[in-house]
């Protein structure tokens, strides 16, 4: 079993900041691909920023010179830090990770539960 839980969220006024934390635990050999999706309310899920176990990165062009992830493999945690905030932002943002387990080969996909940023005008 894997466990992702996210933390970090909140309500801010536009032009501020946040940063999401999203830790993994549990039986878990290795851990790939890291990233942040977000999810407005009647909209598509979508993805916000991804980073490899190298430590490449890619964003959404929505939030690019905005927000930056990062990770620290040591931890099995994957950050989101989120600058000049807009109400556009304003999601319930999930961490996704790929993971190997103890004793399996191959990569599957897990999912947090999700935490609330909401931004206000």
């Known amino acids: 079993q894997v466990q992702l839980v996210e933390s970090g969220g909140g309500l801010v006024q536009a032009g501020g900041s946040l940063r999401l934390s999203c830790a993994a635990s549990?039986?878990?050999?290795?851990?790939?691909?890291m990233a942040w999706y977000r999810q407005a309310p009647g909209k598509q899920r979508e993805l916000v920023a991804v980073?490899?176990?190298?430590?490449?990165?890619n964003y959404a062009d929505s939030v690019k010179g905005r927000f930056t992830i990062s990770r620290d493999n040591a931890k099995n945690t994957v950050y989101l830090q989120m600058n000049s905030l807009k109400p556009e932002d304003t999601a319930v943002y999930y961490c996704n990770a790929e993971v190997v387990q103890w004793g399996d080969q191959k990569r599957s996909g897990y999912w947090g539960q999700g935490t609330q940023v909401t931004v206000s005008s």
């Open positions: 549990g039986n878990i050999f290795s851990i790939h691909a």
């Open positions: 980073i490899t176990r190298g430590g490449s990165t």
